[in-house]
């Protein structure tokens, strides 16, 4: 097994287990009814990694779950520019750790301590890559799925967006209701980006009611949404604000390293 088979395995078991760990907080189920709950937990716990790199990623006796990953930076056939530039970081890193490990240190003589920082600095990103991403990685399973013979009464795209405090969104409270002023009600609180609160997503999630039955979604802050697709028309009437969703300015990663060295 290659190493990027084997990094992917972990990745989409680790998400596996995210959700599994929130189903039934309940804070996590949008739009599921009563007679859903059981039925999708039996395929999450009873799912079985499929073996190799064919559709789909997971199979249980009920149904499937496909697991991909989406970028809010630009993508290009080469890959998304966010994870070639994390990987990049990944390794100067991983290097820096390596050198350290093998630089000889005399006891006899004077020490002190030093520093080095490894930074990345954020490529572009914006909410028009995350649309674009997220489209073409669906439409690229859907495709996929044509060709699936498997168990599908349980049909789960588990979407994961990993790009650390790249986008945010805040509602855009109206500063008065039908001519009367609600003084500071209006709040405009910033929140990490979620599937739940875009209503441009969730739009489009719903084209595929009949061919999905859910979406989930994990962001880099491990925090899960199960969304039922059926459901989306009414959980859109449970939440009348829309949302700004923008970038943030000059987000970084970085990584601090302390040593002894001579002097």
């Known amino acids: 097994m290659s190493d990027n088979k084997m990094q992917q395995d972990l990745t989409e078991l680790a998400c596996l287990d995210l959700v599994k760990k929130a ?12 007679d859903d709950k059981g039925a999708l937990w039996h395929l999450l716990e009873n799912c079985n990694s499929n073996k190799g790199t064919k559709f789909p990623d997971f199979i249980g006796d009920q149904g499937f ?19 070639k530039q994390l990987n990049q970081f ?13 630089e000889e240190i005399d006891i006899h003589k004077p020490l002190e301590i030093a520093h080095i ?6 490529p572009e990103h914006s909410y028009e890559y995350l649309l674009e991403s997220l489209k073409s990685a669906w439409n690229k ?29 805040y509602e855009n409270y109206p500063s008065e209701i039908k001519g009367i002023s609600i003084g500071d009600f209006p709040k405009h609180e910033t929140i990490d980006y979620r599937f739940t609160r875009d ?8 084209k595929y009611n009949q061919i999905i039955d859910y979406a989930i979604f994990i962001s880099y802050n491990k925090y899960v949404e199960i969304i039922k697709i059926s459901n989306i028309p009414k959980l859109k009437k449970m939440n009348p604000f829309t949302y700004t969703i923008a970038n943030t300015c000059g987000p970084m990663i970085q990584s601090s390293f302390t040593y002894s060295k001579n002097v």
């Open 199 to 206: 209503n441009n997503i969730l739009d489009y999630l719903y």
């Open 65 to 83: 779950i496909e697991h991909f990953q989406i970028s809010s930076s630009k993508t290009t056939k080469r890959g998304q520019e966010h994870t």
């Open 141 to 169: 399973h859907l495709n996929s799925l044509k060709n699936y013979k498997g168990p599908n009464s349980i049909k789960v795209f588990m979407v994961q967006y990993d790009d650390i405090g790249a986008l945010q969104m």
């Open 117 to 122: 920082t490894n930074i990345m600095k954020y």
């Open 23 to 34: 189903y039934w907080s309940g804070t996590c189920l949008f739009g599921l009814e009563n």
């Open 90 to 102: 990944k390794k100067q890193s991983e290097n820096i750790i390596n050198n350290l490990n093998h």
